[in-house]
């Protein structure tokens, strides 16, 4: 349906030819013009050229801007899709890895502990070369009393003014 | 419907049964059916070319085949119905289907659908840990598997799977035949799996195996805090301690998100929950220190070994806010096994259990007696060695070795702990006054500690406590009313912490993985001040006495000043008086006296033997966890040695001060190297 309206569009003037030169040139009845090329003869306008009217071409417009539009939708619309469905991938990846490095975590810590508390009883048994720390084991250093009022120098040793050029 | 191998024998009677008027009656499929003849005539003429057929040996060949041409050449409205009415049929039939699939069996194959498409995803989202005060995990969840086999739906052989489980399991093949052949499905083989052990099961991809997800909690240290972090059932209800007492923080709820599933088995995310993947880290920090923990259970262990005592208890508080440093309870059981021990274990009876004090009472009531000027530090009393009190005679322990003592000061009354010269003390205060005291310093009412089933002391009602000089008496030393083992550390604290009643406490609060603390108690900022400091610090230097040369000299550690007293008390009977052989003995530390940080105390019930006294029993425990306590917060010694000269510098570390200023004797201390 739609095919044929637009060829119509286009080609408006297929019907109308056959009957144009009739009304193009009266003088074509006359018996003495023999010949059709005749010099004199003035060049005409086809009407047909002219005759497509604007809602025709305000149409044509909008259908050529809608394949655009259609061709440009379907294309995001399948890159969406793509996208949905490679992210609910990727996600379902990398859920797996987060479920992974937890369960690592969890056994990290409690074969931590398990070792921590292994060895700890290890020490309490008899024969174990751990010893108990006791305070007569501590050593507590007092802090130096000051020097007295020694002076310091002024003028603190600075380093060479000049900046080194390049290393 | 049609057969094949005979087209004509269906055709033919057809095409002749069809009258003349009616092939001429429809000119276009009449064309059509012209145009289709000639064409087979001459694909019919290329094969029988092709095949020979011409050939005159063929002749039979030929007209088979001419018979076929005249079948189709011929067309027929019959035929025509017939064709329309098996596609019209056949459409029929699938609209039927359709509507079958549709409407009838929808219910139903939307629903294998969705199990096939869905997934519930159960994310193991575990009860928050439990750490104690530097980090060590005391509980924490972990998931295990139960691996059940449904034979039934066994594609291989019995045998096949049970050798394929066998190494995975740790058992032998013939066993898991055995279980295999007693039951169709529903077979129990294997209990709380790892999940290492679940992974290699699902890799073998055996039809008719089953894996079940559950929580377990593990409670990696075992005996060490089970009276303190209790245990979860296997429904994941805390019962006991911290996981009882603090439910509400450990537990996280529990969503099972559906999604759905893709082709390939990937989940797709669309439908989740927002924070379905944050699960917070926070973890219950306790103020229980591990290492301070440990000490104490061996050093108890080893004491109730000895004496064959029926239980005991280590009670370490921090003076600075009541937070409870250890609690270690003997004998005790292991939370991750919980159903092998016996259920009278659960109950921490350091907060369960009310006993009579003895003489451990007796530095309170000496601050009592001191804050209402009812007597003086420097006071002296006559100590007779046993009296009577309403007809009832009351005498010191060592009566029979000692006898009278005579003139004793306040302070020697605490060292050699005489139940008369307490009584003398007591009897300077109105007994209404003293009753108003016992109640002040919380006698009678729990003391508010975070653990569960906590129950209250019991003192005797005011009229009978008033009006009877007797049970004033036998409170002076520590009888006729009871408290719990905690309640005595509370009480303890008072004198160490300078005159504050503190709240003792486990739970220091909820910690993100950062440190940052996320959820904390709300605690009484300003505890109550009960004793003024001038009197909780003249105490703590009677009670240092008591160390130095009393009852206490096992709990010494050299070079740091250390108060304490002992207990030794007789334990009701439930039958009404005392029993005969029953006592407890303890021993309740402060220390240091200059600045104490710590009250440490050791109850234990029931210690057999001749020499079962606090001094023996209970004060070499609390010397033990005494010497841990100095060693793990680095606690510079109390005292210079004698050969040190003091020296400027000295006055910068906090807590060393000339001992000779207070009075004691100087110990020289090896440790306190200039």
Avoid at chain 2, 548 to 554: D, F, I, L, Y
Avoid at chain 2, 616 to 626: E, G, H, Q, S
Avoid at chain 2, 636 to 653: D, E, L, M, N, R
């Amino acid at each position: 349906m739609l095919v044929t309206l637009m060829s119509v569009a286009l080609n408006p003037s297929r019907r109308k030819r056959p009957a144009s030169p009739r009304h193009v040139s009266p003088r074509s009845s006359d018996p003495r013009r023999v010949s059709l090329f005749s010099p004199d003869r003035q060049v005409q306008r086809l009407p047909a050229q002219a005759s497509v009217p604007a809602w025709v071409r305000s149409l044509l417009w909008v259908q050529q801007a809608s394949v655009v539009a259609t061709f440009g939708l379907a294309g995001s619309v399948l890159a969406v899709y793509g996208w949905t469905v490679y992210s609910q991938q990727v996600w379902g990846k990398e859920y797996q890895q987060l479920e992974t490095l937890r369960r690592h975590e969890r056994q990290l810590t409690t074969n931590k502990e398990m070792l921590k508390d292994q060895i700890a009883k290890q020490g309490n048994r008899p024969g174990s070369t751990l010893v108990p720390q006791s305070p007569d084991r501590l050593i507590f250093l007092r802090p130096a009393p000051s020097r007295g009022d020694a002076p310091t120098p002024l003028t603190p040793p600075q380093a060479s003014p000049i900046a080194p050029l390049g290393y | 419907m049609v057969k094949r191998s005979k087209p004509t024998n269906h055709l033919r009677p057809t095409q002749m049964r069809l009258p003349a008027s009616q092939r001429g009656s429809k000119p276009v499929s009449a064309t059509l059916a012209t145009l289709l003849s000639d064409l087979r005539s001459r694909s019919s003429r290329l094969a029988t070319n092709s095949l020979g057929l011409n050939r005159p040996g063929n002749a039979g060949m030929r007209r088979l085949l001419e018979r076929l041409r005249t079948a189709h050449a011929k067309p027929s409205a019959r035929r025509l119905v017939m064709v329309w009415a098996v596609l019209l049929g056949a459409m029929v039939l699938l609209v039927l289907n359709l509507v079958r699939l549709q409407v009838i069996q929808a219910p139903d194959l939307l629903k294998q659908a969705r199990s096939q498409q869905t997934i519930f995803l159960r994310p193991f989202i575990p009860r928050r840990p439990i750490v104690d005060r530097i980090g060590n995990v005391l509980a924490i969840d972990q998931p295990v598997y139960t691996l059940y086999a449904h034979p039934v739906s066994f594609k291989e052989p019995k045998t096949t799977v049970a050798e394929k489980l066998a190494p995975i399991l740790g058992k032998s093949a013939g066993e898991l035949l055995r279980k295999l052949d007693t039951a169709e499905s529903g077979i129990r083989l294997e209990v709380a799996l790892s999940e290492n052990t679940a992974d290699r099961l699902l890799n073998l991809q055996i039809d008719g195996i089953d894996l079940a997800q559950q929580q377990q909690r593990l409670y990696p240290q075992q005996h060490l805090t089970a009276d303190v972090v209790g245990y979860v059932d296997v429904d994941q209800q805390g019962q006991a301690g911290i996981e009882h007492s603090h439910k509400n923080l450990l537990q996280r709820s529990i969503k099972s998100v559906r999604l759905s599933r893709t082709g390939l088995g990937s989940m797709m995310p669309d439908r989740i929950p927002g924070g379905f993947l944050h699960i917070d880290n926070l973890h219950l920090q306790l103020t229980v220190d591990s290492r301070v923990q440990r000490t104490a259970q061996s050093a108890l262990q080893q004491q109730v070994k000895k004496y064959g005592a029926k239980r005991g208890v280590v009670l370490v508080m921090d003076v600075a806010d009541g937070a409870l440093r250890s609690l270690v309870s003997e004998p005790s059981y292991d939370p991750n096994e919980y159903y092998k021990a016996n259920v009278e274990r659960f109950k921490n009876w350091a907060m369960t259990d009310l006993y009579e004090p003895g003489s451990t009472f007796k530095p309170l009531n000496v601050a009592i007696a001191l804050e209402t000027k009812a007597i003086r530090p420097d006071q002296i009393f006559n100590d007779e060695g046993s009296i009577y009190v309403d007809q009832w005679p009351i005498q010191n322990f060592d009566y029979s070795t000692a006898g009278a003592r005579g003139a004793t000061s306040v302070t020697q009354i605490l060292e050699r702990s005489s139940n008369v010269g307490m009584v003398h003390i007591m009897q300077q205060m109105q007994r209404d006054n003293y009753y108003n005291w016992l109640q002040k310093i919380g006698l009678g009412q729990p003391t508010g500690i975070d653990l569960p089933f906590e129950i209250a002391g019991q003192l005797k009602d005011r009229k009978t406590f008033t009006e009877s000089a007797i049970d004033a008496a036998t409170s002076a030393f520590g009888q006729g009313f009871s408290l719990t083992p905690i309640q005595l550390v509370q009480l303890h604290g008072i004198l160490a912490s300078g005159g504050k009643l503190l709240t003792p406490h486990v739970v220091q609060g909820l910690y993100d993985e950062a440190g940052h603390p996320y959820w904390q108690p709300v605690r009484q900022t300003q505890p109550q001040q009960i004793f003024s400091p001038q009197t909780a610090q003249t105490v703590l230097q009677m009670m240092e006495s008591v160390v130095q040369k009393g009852s206490g000299k096992a709990a010494q550690v050299p070079g740091y000043r250390i108060a304490g007293k002992t207990g030794t008390a007789q334990k009701a009977s439930a039958s009404g008086g005392y029993q005969e052989n029953a006592k407890i003995t303890s021993f309740v530390s402060i220390f240091p006296v200059e600045n104490p940080r710590y009250v440490v105390a050791a109850v234990i019930d029931e210690p057999k033997g001749e020499d079962a006294f606090g001094s023996t029993v209970a004060a070499p425990i609390v010397k033990a966890v005494i010497d841990a306590l100095i060693t793990l917060d680095q606690m510079p010694p109390s005292q210079p040695a004698a050969t040190v000269a003091p020296s400027p510098g000295a006055s910068a570390i906090e807590g060393l001060s000339p001992a000779e200023s207070l009075g004691v004797e100087p110990v020289p201390a090896p440790s306190s190297t200039p």
